[in-house]
C-alpha cells in the first residue's frame, strides 16, 4: 500500500485548521489534523517541504517506522512543529489502516474498555452569578462535569471569559495580531474561592467541578491555591503553573492533595516524564495533534497507567474535529482514560467540511463503528473558508511585566 500522494489544506471556518490527507495507490485515503493554534503555516511548511517529499513510495501500513523515521530519523527531535506535523501523518496511517480492515480505529486499539466517554463541559461567566447560571445549564443538559471560569473582578478582560472571546476561544479569526490582556494574582485569588463556595452552595457535590488556571501562578501560590479548593473537592486544577521545570510540581503536591492536571502543550513524553514517574499530577492532558499522534498518544497513556496517572484529553476548539475523533477512538479503548474536554463539535461551518457521526447524550459521547476514524473531509467545502492569520492574546502584569501563557 503505497503512498502516493500528500495534500495539505488550509481551512478557516471560524478557526483556523490544517488538515492532512493521505492518499495511497489503491486510492484509500487517511485524514490527520496538524493545527497549531497561532502557528498554522510553519506546520504546512514544515510538512509540505520536509515531511511529504520523504514518504512518497514508502507502505502506509508500517506506522511505527514512519513514526520514528520522522522523529528519531531526524537531528531536529520534538517541539509543536515537528510533532504536530508527524502527529497528522501517524493519524492518517491509522485513519487508512482501519479502513483496509475494515474496523472502527478503536478495535485496532485493543476494542472497548467503556461503553461511553465521559467529558466535561465548560462555564464561562462574567460574574460568578452568570458562571453557576452557565453551570446550571450545563447540568440541565446532562453533563456531571463542569469546568468554571470566571471573570477576575478589576481586569478589563479574562481569557476566554470577557473581552472579544466572549464567543468562545477566538471563533471569530480575527486577530491579526497577538491583543495583550492584564493578569493579577491577587484580584484573581480575591474572586476564586467564592466562585467555588458558591458552586458548592448551589450546586451541592454530586456534581464535579474542574478549573483552569492558564499556569498564571507561580509553584508556591498553586500550592496555596491547591490548598484552598480542597474543601470544594475539585475533579481536578488544570495547569496553575508551568511545568517547564517538572521538579517545581513536588513543591504544589506537597501541599496539597487536590488533584492535578497538565499538559494540552506537551509534545513528547519527555515533556511529562517526571511528572507521572514521580505522581506529581493525576491527569494527563496530551493532545493527540500536539503530542505525536495516536502512537505516541498510546506510549503516554500506558507509561501513565504505571503511575496511576488517568488520561484527560485537551479538547478546546483550536484542535480539529479530525482530532477530536482520534481522541474520541483512544478514550473509549485506553483502559486508564479519564475523562475528555469538551466545548461542542464545531460550529455550523467547520461541521459542513468535517463531517463524522459521533453524538453527545446525556454527558458522554459515542463513537460511530465506520471503520479508521469515521470522519470525512469536503475538500470543496473548505475552499470556501480561506485561513486568517489569528493570534491568541499574551499577558501582562499590571505593571507590565510579561506573564506567563
Ligand atoms: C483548555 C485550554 C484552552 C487554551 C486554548 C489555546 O483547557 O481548553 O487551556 O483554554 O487556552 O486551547 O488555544
Ligand atoms: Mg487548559
Known amino acids: 500500500m503505497k503512498i502516493k500522494d500528500i495534500k495539505i489544506f488550509v481551512s478557516c471556518p471560524g478557526r483556523n485548521f490544517v488538515t492532512v490527507k493521505v492518499i495511497t495507490e489503491d486510492g484509500v485515503y487517511g485524514l490527520g489534523d496538524a493545527t497549531v493554534n497561532g502557528r498554522e503555516m510553519a506546520v504546512v511548511t514544515y510538512l509540505e517541504e520536509h515531511v511529504v517529499p520523504c514518504l512518497i513510495g514508502r507502505d502506509a ?37 482501519g479502513k483496509v480492515a475494515g474496523l472502527p480505529l478503536y478495535q485496532l486499539l485493543g476494542g472497548k ?15 460568578i452569578s452568570d458562571t453557576l447560571d452557565k453551570v446550571a445549564e450545563c447540568i440541565e ?19 476566554g471569559v470577557l473581552g472579544d472571546k466572549k464567543d468562545y476561544f477566538e471563533l471569530q479569526g480575527n486577530r491579526p495580531l497577538p491583543p495583550e490582556q492584564t493578569w493579577s494574582t491577587s484580584k484573581y485569588f480575591n474572586m476564586v474561592e467564592d466562585l467555588f463556595e458558591q458552586a458548592r452552595a448551589r450546586f451541592g457535590y454530586e456534581i464535579e467541578f474542574t478549573h483552569d488556571v492558564h499556569s498564571r501562578l507561580t509553584p508556591i501560590e498553586s500550592a496555596k491555591l491547591g490548598k484552598m479548593l480542597e474543601k470544594y473537592n475539585l475533579l481536578f486544577l488544570e495547569d496553575p503553573s508551568i511545568a517547564e521545570n517538572q521538579e ?63 488520561t484527560a484529553p485537551h479538547g478546546a476548539p483550536d484542535l480539529s474535529p479530525i482530532c477530536f475523533v482520534a481522541h474520541m477512538h483512544l478514550n473509549i479503548s485506553t483502559p486508564n482514560f479519564g475523562i475528555q474536554e469538551y466545548v461542542g463539535m464545531g460550529n455550523e461551518e ?56
Open 248 to 310: 517545581n510540581y513536588k513543591l504544589i503536591r506537597h501541599h496539597t492533595t487536590t488533584p492535578l492536571a497538565l499538559g494540552e502543550t506537551y509534545n513528547t513524553l519527555w515533556d511529562c516524564k517526571d511528572l507521572l514517574q514521580n505522581q506529581l499530577i493525576d491527569y494527563i492532558r496530551v493532545a493527540a495533534t500536539h503530542a505525536g499522534g495516536i502512537t505516541a498518544m498510546k506510549r503516554i497513556a500506558d507509561f501513565a497507567s504505571v503511575f496511576n496517572v488517568k
Open 141 to 159: 443538559q446532562g453533563f456531571k462535569v463542569v469546568r468554571l471560569q470566571c471573570a477576575v473582578p478589576g481586569l478589563t478582560e479574562t481569557y
Open 61 to 97: 501500513h508500517d506506522i511505527e517506522d514512519i513514526w520514528h523515521y520522522l522523529y528519531r530519523g531526524v537531528y531536529w527531535r520534538r517541539g509543536p512543529i515537528t510533532m504536530a506535523a508527524i502527529a497528522a501523518i501517524d493519524m492518517a496511517l491509522w485513519d487508512i489502516k
Open 350 to 405: 467547520t461541521l459542513k467540511i468535517f463531517k463524522h457521526e459521533m453524538y453527545l447524550e446525556n454527558g458522554m459521547i459515542y463513537v460511530s463503528d465506520k471503520p479508521g476514524l469515521g470522519i470525512e473531509f469536503d475538500e470543496v467545502a473548505a475552499e470556501e473558508y480561506v485561513y486568517k492569520r489569528s493570534y491568541l492574546p499574551v499577558s501582562r502584569l499590571e505593571d507590565g511585566t510579561l506573564w506567563h501563557w
Open 113 to 127: 474498555s467503556r461503553t461511553g466517554v465521559t467529558v466535561y463541559a465548560h462555564a464561562n461567566g462574567e460574574t
